[in-house]
């Protein structure tokens, strides 16, 4: 039997755990957690996250227009759980991590070099309808490790132990 949840306030799951990474207009690049992603386009690709603007990297991603979706490994855990409970407004997270990064082929923000798959994204539309800001990213590039690609060049998704 089914019960009413007296607690409104609830996410979907399964969610895909995320990792944005933007760089801001001087050049400071930043990571972080993020707990709204979803797909909201096949054609054109399209892809949203959700960004609380008190959260530091809210406006790296406003002024500069675009964000990389990261998708971490289980290997990964320890990164993704720091990037989700410090600032980059009081440090360089990244440097402070270690994280190998590289940049963005279509965007001017960093690709964590680590993930197995990296979406480099454009915002073509944000939207404030509550706690977040949702920015929808047009798909410029997705990477992936080699070794999860089919011979077509599709990504294997099953093949990912991903977090």
């Known amino acids: 039997m089914k019960k009413i949840v007296d607690n409104k306030v609830l996410t979907l799951q399964p969610v895909p755990q995320t990792i944005v990474s933007c760089r801001d207009a001087q050049g400071k690049d930043n990571a972080l957690v993020v707990g709204f992603a979803a797909n ?13 603007p008190s959260r530091y990297s809210h406006h790296m991603v406003k002024e500069t227009g675009c964000f990389v979706v990261n998708l971490p490994a289980k290997d990964q855990k320890e990164a993704y759980d720091y990037l989700g409970s410090h600032s980059g407004a009081n440090e360089d997270k990244l440097a402070k991590l270690g994280l190998k990064t590289e940049n963005g082929t279509a965007v001017n923000a ?4 680590n993930c197995p798959v990296s979406i480099e994204c454009s915002v073509v539309e944000s939207i404030k309808p509550g706690t977040h800001e949702l920015f929808i990213g047009l798909v410029e590039a997705v990477h992936c490790d080699e070794q999860y690609l089919d011979e077509q060049g599709n990504i294997q998704w099953d093949r990912i132990n991903l977090l």
């Open 40 to 52: 909201v386009s096949l054609n054109p690709p399209m892809i949203m996250v959700g960004i609380m």
């Open 110 to 113: 960093p690709i964590l070099s």
